[in-house]
């Protein structure tokens, strides 16, 4: 069992950096691959970033390429989430997630673990 709690979120102008964070309970944190997805309203979960369970390999979805970093310590059990030159159109709740590095990282049924969600308004 893992549990992850995240935090950061906020409302920031467009053009604006938040950094969200995601603390991670449990056992063997550094088995899970970990990653973020977001859903914004009316619309469906859809998949931000992931990184190796040792943080070297790091994927994102295309439209946040450039403006979004992953990165995890697994000494502090924690993953984070740089995110810079946001838009309005990134506005959404962001979840953190933990699952098998053997599941497609990019689907939502690729994660086990989801923590509550943390929202993040980018106004115009």
């Known amino acids: 069992q893992v549990q992850l709690v995240e935090s950061g979120g906020g409302l920031v102008q467009a053009g604006g950096s938040l950094r969200l964070s995601c603390a991670a309970s449990g056992r063997s944190f550094g088995n899970y691959r970990m990653g973020w997805f977001r859903q914004a309203p009316g619309e469906e979960r859809e998949f931000v970033a992931a990184v190796s369970t040792g943080g070297t390999s790091k994927y994102y979805a295309d439209s946040m390429k450039g403006r979004f970093t992953i990165s995890r310590d697994n000494a502090k059990n924690a993953i984070y989430l740089q995110m810079n030159s946001l838009k309005p159109e990134d506005t959404a709740v962001y979840y953190c997630?933990?699952?098998?590095?053997?599941?497609?990282?990019?689907?939502?049924?690729?994660?086990?673990?989801w923590g509550q969600g943390t929202q993040v308004t980018v106004s115009s």
């Open positions: 997630v933990a699952g098998s590095p053997s599941r497609n990282l990019r689907s939502l049924h690729g994660y086990d673990y």
